[in-house]
């Protein structure tokens, strides 16, 4: 039987996976990923103050995964995407 969260017992993040078919931290790092791929497509800011926007604390870091997530980085992504201002 469900819990008041809507989830039937068991660890959450298990449960979370077994819901959204990937574990907390991808889908955190996921969403961190789209929200920076907005502010690139429409901002000037500069990566190291997306990275910090986004809730990622290194921007070497942030850009580490940003790669590994999309194939390209962040400054190919704005380049390529970006829209005019």
């Known amino acids: 039987m469900p819990n ?3 989830f039937s017992g068991g660890p959450l993040p298990r449960q ?3 819901h ?3 574990g907390p931290g991808q889908w955190l790092l996921r969403q961190h990923i789209n929200a920076a791929r907005v502010l690139l497509e429409q901002t000037d800011l ?3 103050a997306i990275a ?3 809730g990622r604390i290194s921007a070497v870091n942030f850009r580490r995964r940003f790669r590994a997530q999309l194939g ?3 400054g190919v992504c704005r380049r390529t ?3 005019p201002r």
Do not use: K, Y
């Open 81 to 83: 995407f970006s829209q």
């Open 52 to 54: 910090t926007r986004v």
């Open 46 to 48: 500069p990566v190291e």
């Open 72 to 74: 390209t980085t962040p």
């Open 16 to 18: 979370f996976t077994e």
């Open 4 to 6: 008041a969260q809507g």
């Open 20 to 22: 959204l078919g990937t």
